[in-house]
């Protein structure tokens, strides 16, 4: 204990003779870090969850070194757990990581599954809980249990190939643990993320007794998958639900934009009494923008200000998306600027915001700001600035823009892209640039890029070059109405009579 204390006074001294600003510590935080208490690693680690400090940190890793607490494998697993899942710094995972070849006692399979967890939530490498599991495998006294599939389910789930997700379902069955309702949970949502209803109905039949988790996922899947009215009818059967139920089928609503039903639905949940958190109002501050309804949308800001629901970027996003559609960009860049988090998709609502109420400008400018804070864009972000440029009229920066997204970010453009820079011509009167833009796409022109060729063509009156936009919109729509029809014609009970779809084909 004195060792402990001579080494806190000493870090002190060093930081004081290099100059630096040591953290404060507050009196209770001093007490947990000199002197005795009833349980000292409960209040060590109550700080650590509090603190964004790594020196901190450093201080209190050293405490519980000096005091022999870390070679007791249970202690040491919840240090780990308690660094890996941290909020307060980014930078706590990392080093946790660095804890498990630094250890004096070996780490339980509870300390690799508080770090497969952390890389299935927030981590941006994802594919790290593939490096754990083997470790847990390579250890001669480890075996990995049901929690641990389920995280590695999860982390599988924000890969962008499924096949490291099936292979996590093929190791669960092959040690026992596929029936688990937490890993059943995941694979389902796992599943769903990739588009095969068909699999997540396969596991889903394979219950027994489906539980409340795993009849909230398969609410979740349906949704995903767009059979919103099946979710439905599997949530009405439900004689208990908990607010992710209620969440999964109002984000079910509006994922398929039907945002009047989500708000009814979220009138009753409020009646039944279900707690209402940040993914709810996400999903309702949705439907209001959906709906265009800013008093409704008005209202729901105010009621998450009231409860005290914490603004989480999702949240704020979602606010700063329905005001900027509702036309209110003064609330919209009041909720950007407060928001004490901001991501890429944050930047480029707010950008999309500008651009779609005509403050091109100012889009631009804020792109500007997003490079200097160090973020980089992504390819939502660059549909936001070359909107921008478009309503402003400027062709040259469109044109750069497009082209750095290319060569600085090595990002190849999406049709919506070349649809843009289509518009951006096609505004400006460059009409043989805009067609030119439309005959060299990588890939086949979409209606939409047809469809700002015959807005300009429109605006500059060019009849024979509207004349063919004309022509190609009403091709592609009529595909779009065969394969509409092919595909309900192909799962029509025999007797019921054309689809209404068919029938609408020669009406174009």
């Not at 508080?114 to 594919?127: E, V, Y």
């Not at 490079?371 to 600035?385: A, C, R």
Request: some cysteine; aromatic content about 8%; overall charge neutral.
């Amino acid at each position: 204990m004195i060792l402990a204390e001579k080494m806190m006074k000493l870090q002190l001294m060093k930081d004081a003779s290099d100059g630096t600003t040591a953290p404060v510590i507050s009196s209770r935080g001093m007490t947990m870090l000199g002197n005795p208490v009833a349980n000292p690693v409960d209040n060590y680690l109550g700080l650590l969850r509090s603190t964004s400090s790594v020196q901190v940190l450093h201080r209190i890793h050293a405490q519980l070194l000096v005091r022999g607490f870390l070679g007791d494998p249970r202690l040491l697993s919840r240090f780990i757990g308690v660094l890996a899942l941290s909020q307060k710094n980014p930078n706590h995972l990392p080093y946790s990581f660095l804890l498990l070849p630094h250890s004096p006692s070996p780490p339980t399979v509870y300390a690799y599954n508080t770090l497969i967890r952390a890389h299935s939530k927030s981590s941006p490498d994802p594919l790290a809980a593939f490096a754990l599991y083997g470790q847990i495998l390579r250890s001669p006294s480890l075996s990995p249990d049901n929690y641990t599939f389920t995280f590695l389910i999860r982390a599988s789930a924000r890969l962008p190939s499924a096949s490291a997700g099936a292979a996590s379902h093929a190791a669960a069955l092959r040690r026992g643990h596929a029936d688990d309702p937490h890993v059943q949970s995941g694979l389902i949502h796992l599943y769903a993320g990739f588009g095969s209803a068909t699999a997540c109905r396969r596991i889903f039949g394979e219950l027994r007794h489906p539980d409340l988790v795993t009849r909230t996922a398969m609410i979740g899947a349906y949704a995903a998958s767009g059979e919103v009215d099946v979710g439905r009818h599997l949530f009405d059967e439900m004689l208990h639900r908990d607010s992710i139920a209620w969440n999964a089928m109002i984000a079910g609503y509006t994922h398929v934009g039907r945002p009047r039903e989500a708000l009814e639905l979220f009138s009753e949940m409020q009646g039944e009494g279900a707690c209402v958190n940040e993914a709810t109002m996400v999903s309702v501050v949705t439907a209001c923008a959906q709906l265009g309804a800013l008093d409704q949308g008005r209202w729901a800001h105010g009621y998450i200000q009231k409860k005290r629901i914490l603004l989480i970027v999702a949240l704020g996003t979602a606010l700063i998306d329905m005001y900027s559609k509702c036309g209110d960009l003064g609330r919209a860049m009041e909720v950007f600027e407060s928001m004490p988090e901001k991501n890429v998709y944050t930047w480029s609502s707010m950008m999309s915001g500008l651009a779609m109420n005509g403050e091109g400008k100012e889009c631009i400018e804020l792109f500007v700001m997003m490079e200097d804070e160090g973020l980089s864009p992504n390819e939502i972000t660059f549909l936001s600035v070359l909107r921008g440029c478009s309503i402003v009229g400027m062709v040259d920066k469109g044109k750069e823009y497009f082209q750095l997204m290319k060569t600085k970010y090595c990002m190849k453009p999406w049709p919506e892209h070349y649809g843009c820079m289509v518009d951006l011509y096609g505004r400006a009167g460059q009409l043989e640039e805009a067609f030119h833009v439309i005959n060299t796409m990588p890939c086949k022109p979409h209606i939409e890029a047809w469809g700002a060729l015959l807005n300009a063509c429109k605006i500059h009156r060019r009849i024979d070059l509207g004349e063919l936009a004309m022509s190609k919109i009403v091709e592609l729509k009529k595909q779009m109405m065969g394969l509409m029809c092919f595909c309900q014609t192909s799962t029509q009970i025999p007797g019921t009579g054309p689809s209404r779809q068919c029938k609408g084909v020669d009406e174009i």
